[in-house]
C-alpha cells in the first residue's frame, strides 16, 4: 500500500526519537531523577514532533499527531479510572502541583509520543506482513515497548501501582488494555492514513475509549 508521507527520512527521524526515548528512560530509573524527569522527556521529545511536522508538511506526521494527541487527551479518562476507580495508579506528590484531573500535566503529550511511534509500526508492519500478522505482531511489540516503560517508571519516580496483581511493576489490567489498544492499531491506521484530520481526532478518541473500555474489563478479569 502507498502511504503519503512515510519515507525514510520520517522513519529515521521516529526511530532515532524512539531509541533516545529508550536510552533515557534507562538513565532516569538508574539515577532515580524523578518526576521532573518525565517532564524533561516530553518537553524534548513533543516539540520535536511538532517542529518536524510543521517543517516537513509530512501528511502522515500531520494525521499521526492530531490522533495520537487527541487519544493523550482522551486518555485521562482511562487514567482517572486507575488512579481512582480501580484505586491502583500512584503518581508521586512533587507531580501534584501540575496535575490535569488526576494525571501529570505531561502525559497526554507523552501519550502522543508512543502512540505516534507505534502506530508508525503498525503501518510498516501491514506494509511488509499484511494487516492480519501486523495485527499480532504490534500487539505483541507494543505491549512489550510500553511494559517496558510501566515496570521503570517505578524507579524513575514517575508513577507505581498498588492494590493490583501485577507482573514485576506492571498491572495485568494495564498490560491487558495497552496490548489490545496495538491489536487495533494497524487497522485504525488503514482507516485514517488517507482521510482528513479530523477523521483522525475521531479515531484518536475511540481508540482511547476503547482503552477505557478494555482496562475495566482487564480489571474485572484479573482482580
Not at 479518562?77 to 501540575?98: C, G
Not at 511489540?141 to 506492571?170: D, I
Not at 498490560?175 to 492499531?185: D, I, K, N, Y
Request: hydrophobic share 55%; charged share 10%; aromatic share 16%.
Amino acid at each position: 500500500m502507498d502511504v503519503p508521507g512515510l519515507d525514510k527520512k520520517t522513519i529515521r527521524f521516529i526511530d532515532a526519537s524512539q531509541a533516545f526515548m529508550i536510552l533515557y528512560t534507562i538513565a532516569v530509573a538508574y539515577l532515580g531523577a524523578g518526576a521532573i524527569s518525565a517532564s524533561i522527556l516530553t518537553l524534548i521529545v513533543f516539540p520535536s514532533y511538532l517542529l518536524y511536522t510543521l517543517i516537513t508538511r509530512n501528511p502522515l506526521m500531520q494525521r499521526l499527531m492530531v490522533f495520537g494527541f487527541v487519544l493523550g487527551v482522551v486518555e485521562l479518562i482511562a487514567d482517572h479510572f486507575a488512579v481512582v476507580t480501580a484505586d491502583s495508579l500512584r503518581y508521586y506528590a512533587d507531580e501534584e502541583p501540575m496535575m490535569v484531573w488526576t494525571s501529570p500535566l505531561y502525559m497526554p503529550f507523552a501519550w502522543t509520543e508512543v502512540a505516534l511511534q507505534v502506530a508508525l509500526l503498525g503501518i510498516r508492519f501491514t506494509q511488509r506482513w499484511g494487516l492480519a500478522v501486523a495485527s499480532v505482531v504490534l500487539a505483541l511489540a507494543g505491549g512489550a515497548y510500553v511494559f517496558f516503560y510501566e515496570n521503570l517508571a517505578k524507579s524513575a519516580g514517575w508513577w507505581h501501582y498498588e492494590n493490583v496483581a501485577m507482573l514485576w511493576n506492571t498491572p495485568y489490567f494495564i498490560s491487558g488494555a495497552e496490548t489490545l489498544l496495538f491489536f487495533v492499531l494497524p487497522a485504525v491506521m488503514l482507516l485514517i492514513y488517507k482521510q482528513p484530520l479530523w477523521k483522525a481526532a475521531l479515531w484518536g478518541a475511540i481508540c482511547s475509549l476503547w482503552i477505557w473500555v478494555t482496562a475495566y474489563a482487564c480489571h474485572l478479569l484479573f482482580s
